[in-house]
């Protein structure tokens, strides 16, 4: 019978052992696995810094499931011995007496609860980016950004269920309530709902993606610089970053600006005197808008004749619509510069007023 005792307590000091060597080779293969597989593989950067993102997490998962494995083994004797010469077990009963008797009487759930809200935030960053690269190379880079939001759902759900079982609550039970608050949440969030739904109809609809200059009904206009499940995030010429609730975008009228057409017309209106040649301001209106031109040669007509003025249309081309102040700006400038270089007179309404000074006849 003693031969027995003493032949379990060996094994149970290697398996200790064996279980403490196995952990240290893990923890040494997560931390160096980046350099073997830029060493001995093809695998991308982004592959490689993404593992490197979980090191400290999978360290520290290895660690506590070391230690709470080995707290369940009887303690071997080369432990105990300088264990007890160093006070520990006095130190262990001060740590238990200082710490919340919650946090003594639930050592488990606690260590599922920390690990897994660490593994869901590591989980949540680097799997929104994966899911977004894969999702904008394969398919469409406006879907990229759904995509990532239901990853992020579906993480932070399977972290609640796995919070609930570790601490013994049934879902069963919560079934009932989590139908009356999922009515409340119904009326409350309907235009959470609404966007939702409005964001798929807008990547169905394929009306813009990521980087498009779009213009709203409102007037609003602004490069698309985000797409969530909820709302849509334009950048505006002054810089402003303006939030706009997709249920809006998917019921309201959107002018997509970048459309896969090579270039974008600007148009500049100005009138000249009715004494000018209009065969000679048509000639100086093209010489100053053709350099502005871009990829096609710019046009100039007769519009009207006007009160004052002979009224003149200038169109030219842009590749960019976030350029478009700046090419109007740059288009008028030009036209000033020729008409005065020209002579070339720019009225500006007039008129006379006729005062009679006679009196009035006498009645």
């Not at 970053?241 to 975008?249: C, F, G, I, K, S």
């Not at 100005?270 to 871009?294: H, N, Q, W």
């Not at 200038?314 to 478009?324: C, G, L, Q, T």
């Amino acid at each position: 019978m003693t031969e027995g005792t003493e032949l379990l307590a060996q094994l149970g000091d290697q398996r200790i052992l064996l279980s403490v060597v196995i952990s240290a080779a893990l923890v040494a293969f997560v931390w160096r696995v980046d350099m073997l597989l830029v060493r001995y593989t093809q695998v991308s950067d982004e592959i490689v810094d993404n593992l490197r993102g979980f090191r400290g997490v999978a360290t520290g998962t290895m660690v506590v499931v070391t230690l709470a494995w080995i707290v369940g083994q009887p303690t071997p004797g080369w432990i105990a011995g300088p264990f007890e010469a160093v006070a520990g077990p006095q130190f262990v009963d001060g740590l238990v007496a200082f710490l919340p008797p919650f946090v003594v009487n639930n050592p488990g759930p606690l260590s599922v609860t920390l690990l897994g809200l660490w593994w869901t935030w590591k989980l949540r960053v680097k799997g929104d980016e994966i899911i977004e690269r894969s999702v904008a190379v394969r398919y469409d880079e406006t879907l990229a950004p759904i995509a990532g939001n239901v990853w992020d759902v579906t993480i932070i759900a399977v972290f609640f269920l796995l919070v609930l079982e570790q601490w013994g609550i049934g879902i069963a039970t919560l079934l009932a309530p989590a139908g009356i608050i999922g009515i409340i949440l119904g009326f409350a969030a309907r235009k959470t709902v609404a966007n939702f739904f409005g964001s798929l109809s807008l990547y169905a609809d394929e009306t813009y993606k990521r980087g498009d200059f779009i213009e709203l009904e409102n007037g609003t206009t602004g490069t698309v610089r985000d797409i969530s499940v909820r709302s849509t995030v334009l950048q505006t010429l002054d810089g402003d970053l303006v939030t706009v609730p997709n249920a809006e975008l998917s019921d309201g009228e959107i002018i997509n600006k970048s459309s896969p057409r090579p270039n974008r017309r600007i148009q500049s209106t100005v009138g000249v005197s009715y004494d000018a040649d209009p065969g000679r301001v048509k000639r100086v209106l093209e010489e100053a808008a053709t350099p502005l031109s871009r990829r096609r040669e710019s046009v100039v007509h007769l519009r009207s004749f006007g009160d004052s003025a002979l009224v003149f249309e200038v169109f030219v081309w842009i590749e960019k619509p976030a350029d478009r102040r700046q090419a109007e700006h740059e288009l008028n400038m030009a036209i000033h510069r020729a008409l005065d270089t020209a002579n070339i007179e720019i009225p500006y309404p007039q008129r006379d007023i006729a005062v009679n000074r006679e009196p009035p006849a006498e009645i």
